[in-house]
Nanobody, 122 residues
Framework: QVHLVESGGGLVQPGGSLKLSCAASGRTFSSGAVGWFRQAPGKEGEFVVAVRWSDGSTYFAQSMKDRFTISRNNAENTVYLQMNSLKPEDTAVYYC???????????????RGQGTQVTVSS
């Protein structure tokens, strides 16, 4: 069983930055992908980004590609989401997710963390 734990969320002003972390335990990822999706109140979930574990290929939602970056620490089984130039519309619960096979429909994740709240407000 894979356990994903997110951290790093919080309140930030518009234009600010946050870095989220997703620590995975239960197995070492050598295939598939790990990444993020978000869900704002009253809205459907939205894919953000994923990184394929085997070759580091990244898959971004086009609207976030210029402001967000994803990185990983293989030794620590951790994935990071660096978010810059944050906007109020980025406010959402951010979930870490893992897929045993990728690419595939992002909603077909195999594992998901509990989420971390990101609020962008002045």
């Amino acid at each position: 069983q894979v356990h994903l734990v997110e951290s790093g969320g919080g309140l930030v002003q518009p234009g600010g930055s946050l870095k989220l972390s997703c620590a995975a335990s239960g197995r070492t990822f050598s295939s598939g992908a790990v990444g993020w999706f978000r869900q704002a109140p009253g809205k459907e979930g939205e894919f953000v980004v994923a990184v394929r574990w085997s070759d580091g290929s990244t898959y971004f939602a086009q609207s976030m590609k210029d402001r967000f970056t994803i990185s990983r620490n293989n030794a620590e089984n951790t994935v990071y989401l660096q978010m810059n130039s944050l906007k109020p519309e980025d406010t959402a619960v951010y979930y870490c997710a893992a897929w045993d096979r990728f690419p595939r429909r992002w909603t077909q994740y195999d594992y998901r963390g509990q989420g971390t709240q990101v609020t962008v407000s002045s």
